[in-house]
């Protein structure tokens, strides 16, 4: 069974960095694209970025490309989520999900394991 713990959420001024973290357990993670996707209040939840199980290739949403990093320890069984540059619009739950597909996906159906998520507050 896969679990998924995020953590490294907090309160940042705009401008500021945050890197979330996604520690996994289960055998299958190091096989599994990883993926963090984040919902605000009201708004349906939206995918933000996924590593490949290889941690070779990368998939961002627009509204993050060079601003978000994603990245792997598969060592460590771990995901990272390096937030530069943040704004006000960046406030929301963050989680991390493992999928159950070949490749890399942005679809949210796609991922089967989620995490209960962290909080990040920008503050204008």
């Known amino acids: 069974q896969e679990k998924l713990v995020e953590s490294g959420g907090g309160l940042v001024q705009a401008g500021g960095s945050l890197r979330l973290s996604c520690a996994a357990s289960?055998?299958?993670?190091?096989?599994?694209?990883i993926g963090w996707f984040r919902q605000a209040p009201g708004k349906e939840r939206e995918f933000v970025a996924a590593?490949?199980?290889?941690?070779?290739?990368?998939h961002y949403a627009d509204s993050v490309k060079g601003r978000f990093t994603i990245s792997r320890d598969n060592a460590k069984n771990t995901v990272y989520l390096q937030m530069n540059s943040l704004k006000p619009e960046d406030t929301a739950i963050y989680s991390c999900?493992?999928?159950?597909?070949?490749?890399?996906?942005?679809?949210?159906?796609?991922?089967?394991?989620w995490g209960r998520g962290t909080q990040v507050t920008v503050s204008s």
């Open positions: 590593v490949s199980w290889s941690g070779e290739n990368t």
């Open positions: 999900a493992a999928s159950t597909v070949d490749g890399i996906t942005n679809w949210v159906y796609d991922y089967r394991y």
């Open positions: 289960g055998r299958t993670f190091s096989r599994s694209c």
